[in-house]
């Protein structure tokens, strides 16, 4: 198949597309190149630059390549920028999938997957959180992947468009973007691999679930042929401390680096775990790659850079 992924020289679409052209799709890949990067980018695919808030220019895209499924991860995911500037969040978030989707109605396209929050999207409940509870995001980040999730239901009942919206936990692994505020695992590598000490926010007793990417990269494998129509988490259930893992990274690493922290940031959840029972259910995904093992590998991937 034809499949356009937007964001795709990021992270973790990056790795989606690699696995999309193992499996021998035709891969065509968008991005501004804000976050992502021209290294993580497949050969085999044809890359284009281009911002989703350009509407006329994505627009032209998507109606001269014509795919078959459209795979949506470029997005701003920065909680605590959205905080701060949620109209900025909002161009990109939702106005940037309009642009899409206005163009994709009239291809028109076999699916729409979609990069999604389930840490942002449920509020503070008692966790794990699944699909069934109701959608109370805390920050103008995690409302405008809701309002992404609707707006995918608005073309599905009305343009027939299936779609499934990946609700990821807190993903990391190789090639994750160290410079942002998310992407803890990531961040707290490159630092002390520098021999710099991070900086922890709060009192570090907030958990996080963390899904390893290449495990993210086979659920949108799976969704690509799936039946189902709406939201499924993809997570763990298992919630670990930021300061659990900080001394975690410190051990692979080798180092002896203390703990230092500083003041909350606004907007922050004090907790998010996920139950995937769902997509384990529908898509038969369920994590593989376990969190000692995956900072294992993190660590490993900084240590070569």
């Known amino acids: 198949m034809k499949i356009l992924i937007t964001g795709g020289a990021g992270f973790i679409a990056s790795h989606v597309a690699d696995a999309y052209i193992e499996l021998g799709h035709e891969v065509v890949i968008i991005d501004n190149l804000s976050s992502g990067n021209t290294a993580n980018l497949n050969p085999k695919a044809k890359f284009i630059e281009v911002d989703i808030t350009d509407k006329e220019k994505v627009q032209a895209i998507v109606r001269e390549e014509r795919p078959e499924i459209i795979n949506h991860h470029a997005a701003h995911i920065q909680v605590g920028y959205s905080v701060k500037n949620p109209q900025f969040d909002a161009q990109n978030n939702i106005i940037g999938l309009l642009n899409i989707m206005e163009a994709a109605k009239e291809i028109p396209i076999k699916k729409v997957i979609m990069a999604a929050t389930g840490g942002a999207m449920y509020g503070n409940k008692i966790t794990p959180f699944n699909e069934e509870m109701k959608a109370e995001p805390l920050s103008p980040y ?135 029972s769902k997509a384990k259910q529908i898509l038969g995904w369920e994590p593989q790659v376990n969190f000692n093992e995956g900072v294992k590998r993190v660590v490993a991937w900084y240590k070569n850079k």
């Open 142 to 276: 995690g409302i405008s992947k809701r309002a992404g999730e609707l707006y995918l239901n608005y073309y599905h009942e009305l343009y027939q468009i299936p779609f499934i919206s990946l609700r990821y936990s807190n993903v990391y692994g190789p090639r994750q973007n160290a410079h942002g505020e998310s992407g803890v695992i990531a961040i707290f590598s490159e630092m002390i691999a520098d021999g710099k000490t991070p900086v922890i926010n709060g009192d570090g007793t907030h958990t996080r679930d963390y899904v390893y990417v290449e495990d993210v990269a086979r659920a949108n494998v799976l969704a690509l042929n799936s039946d189902f129509v709406g939201e499924l988490n993809i997570g763990t259930t298992t919630e670990i401390s930021t300061n659990e893992v900080f001394r975690k990274v410190v051990s692979e690493m080798g180092s002896d680096i203390k703990e230092e922290h500083s003041a909350e940031r606004p907007g922050e959840q004090v907790t998010s775990s996920l139950d995937y």
